[in-house]
């Protein structure tokens, strides 16, 4: 029962979280909606983040290029074909007159999101600690740097333009659920728990048995699914791309989101980008100048970035895991009780698998005499 | 007949330093082995090396088949386990859920020879403590808990590396007791200890390690000369 209720939480918290950043964001004006369906598609990129880097605790810095791809070519395939024969002539063929609708896109996105990240993993996941960080790193560079010059695949260094925009308020909403209900799901599977022992102990994982490289790769995909999916999300948001803006300033500020939120859970992903979302469009909005009740703030341009960056400092101080301490929601709540009577002597059991699980297998080291 | 374990050659180097030599040993089925000697010389090493955890040069032959290649995960698929020096359990899990875990690699088709049950009765003490996180533990109980998590993959080779560092004689006795059981249904076991002689009252075989090189092999019933044991030990 008890971990039942605590499951339901782990999935019902996010979801409400999202419900209710939804719910205000549609009383404000159609401006602030905008920076509220910004929250939510970042969030969603932050989410893709965290099913990798949370289960396997490898970070990657190069999960954006995984988000660029998707936006590109959400981007590209639905803009009229006109606007793309005038503005991108030396396009591909195919690329140039093949016309897809806006919900294709969203899946075309993560299909090539998933497809990228499988061939990247292929190559990089054998690697571990510090030098797959830096090599995720320089697929993000190629990336940026394919992208950006060769123009049969994309519009070079302009913006791809005129990309239908169709991610509202609600349509980010949705976006966002589905890439926390994928990532519930994930969570649940063999392969997500044999990668967080991995993750856990290496040596150990790999002595009993367990593929790090293959659990790591099945993880690597998925999150480059969902990032190919916020990658369309976000192109119909903005209505435009362009490279710089799936580069470096968004790898960051979606890391630091994580980071702040806690790497180590899905209530932790999903808080951080909303809690950053806001306080950093909050931040640019004072910046133009801000009445708080009868007092009027213009605050110097460019201090909002300063302030998000001493909150991560100050988080990463004094909560090394997140503001979520890398707990599910409320599953420190459900874990403080005694499991059962004459062995609740476990104040803080965040053992990754639950005493229901673990009790199917037959396993009843007890004393035979 | 052919042995179940080779090693041929076997050298491994980290960067410049070269931690083993020029190691060849057998390990037969259902055989006790140990491989003494001082710290550096090698020990580890070399079942590091046998897992696949480090790379190597020379042959590692499992049932006359080089392993060549192959990553630890599947060593431990192909019926070899191994409990590392320190422990290495899952911290965060309960006991219950490290055991679960070592049932991962076993082989298919075929009934376990060891099983939970026989682990329970080798072990009765972990059940007292199965609901408990591993991390909380003592050392000499963790050490039960690596070995049983071992065990459940129901190996026919048995790595260890010092089982008794750091553990209170008591603690000692009740590894070695276990292992003694463990060999009587005819898992092959190589044990890696810095405690010569306790490792080699308990093997039938024995090897002595120093500078990455083996010094000496000991056999039971040749009377063990303590006196040139001790230079091999220390590489006199």
């Given at each position: ?116 990240a499988f061939l990247v993993g292929v190559v990089l996941l054998r690697l571990s600690g510090l030098s ?207 499991a059962k009577a004459g062995t609740g002597t476990e104040p803080e059991s965040t053992a990754k698998m ?16 | ?236």
């Open positions: 029962m008890r971990s039942k209720f605590r499951l339901v939480a782990e999935l019902v918290g996010p979801l409400a979280a999202v419900a209710i950043v939804t719910v205000f964001g549609s009383t404000m004006s159609i401006a602030q909606q905008g920076n509220v369906t910004n929250i939510l598609v970042t969030t969603t990129i932050v989410v893709a983040l965290y099913v990798f880097t949370g289960n396997s605790g490898v970070m990657s810095f190069g999960q954006i290029s995984f988000v660029a791809v998707g936006a590109f070519a959400a981007g590209i395939l639905t803009a009229p074909t006109l606007t793309r024969q005038a503005n991108m002539p030396s396009l591909f063929k195919f690329l140039s007159t093949t016309q897809i609708s806006n919900f294709d896109s969203l899946l075309l996105g993560a299909g090539l999101g998933a497809l990228f797959a960080g830096i090599a995720t790193f320089a697929v993000l560079e190629i990336t940026y740097d394919v992208l950006s010059y060769w123009d049969k695949i994309g519009p070079g260094v302009m913006p791809v333009v005129l990309v239908p925009v169709t991610t509202t308020l609600v349509m980010g909403a949705l976006g966002l659920g589905v890439a926390i209900v994928v990532a519930f799901a994930y969570q649940r599977t063999r392969s997500c728990r044999l990668l967080r022992a991995t993750r856990e102990d290496a040596v150990a994982a790999q002595g009993i048995g367990i593929s790090i490289f293959q659990h790591r790769l099945i993880a690597f995909t998925i999150s480059g699914a969902i990032a190919g999916f916020a990658g369309a999300l976000f192109v119909h948001e903005l209505g435009s791309i362009s490279t710089g803006q799936v580069y470096i300033d968004l790898t960051f500020a979606t890391l630091a989101m994580l980071v702040v939120g806690g790497t180590g859970s899905l209530w932790g992903a999903v808080l951080g980008g909303i809690a950053l979302g806001v306080l950093e469009s909050f931040l640019s909005n004072a910046e133009n100048g801000v009445a708080i009740g009868s007092w009027h703030v213009t605050l110097p341009n460019g201090l909002s970035v300063v302030i998000v960056g001493v909150i991560m400092v100050v988080v990463l101080i004094f909560a090394p895991k997140g503001i979520s301490g890398s707990h599910e929601f409320l599953e420190r709540f459900f874990s403080h009780r005694p639950t005493d229901e699980e673990s009790s199917e297998v037959p396993l009843s080291p007890r004393p035979t005499s | 007949m052919i042995p179940l374990l080779r090693l041929d050659n076997l050298q491994v180097t980290y960067g410049r330093v070269v931690a083993v030599k020029n190691v060849t040993l057998e390990v037969n089925e259902g055989e006790a082995v140990c491989l003494v000697g001082p710290n550096g010389a090698g020990k580890s090493s070399t079942l590091l090396a046998v897992m696949g955890a480090v790379r190597s040069r020379g042959d590692v032959f499992l049932r006359g088949t080089s392993t060549r290649g192959l990553q630890p995960e599947a060593l431990a698929h192909l019926g070899v386990a191994m409990v590392p020096e320190g422990r290495h359990l899952f911290d965060t899990m309960s006991v219950k859920d490290n055991l679960v875990l070592g049932t991962l690699a076993r082989r298919r088709g075929r009934t376990p020879r060891i099983d939970e049950r026989w682990v329970a009765e080798l072990f009765p003490i972990i059940g007292e403590f199965a609901s408990r996180r591993a991390g909380l533990l003592s050392g000499g109980q963790q050490q039960l808990v690596a070995i049983a998590r071992a065990l459940l993959s129901d190996p026919d080779l048995l790595l260890l590396d010092e089982p008794s560092l750091g553990l209170a004689p008591v603690a000692v006795d009740a590894v070695f007791e276990a292992l003694e059981r463990i060999r009587a249904v005819g898992v092959a076991i190589l044990l890696v200890e810095q405690r010569a002689q306790r490792a080699t009252d308990f093997c039938e075989r024995g090897y002595v390690l120093s500078d990455g090189e083996i010094r000496l092999e000991v056999t039971e019933g040749t009377s063990e000369d303590p006196e040139s044991l001790m230079a091999a030990y220390f590489g006199r």
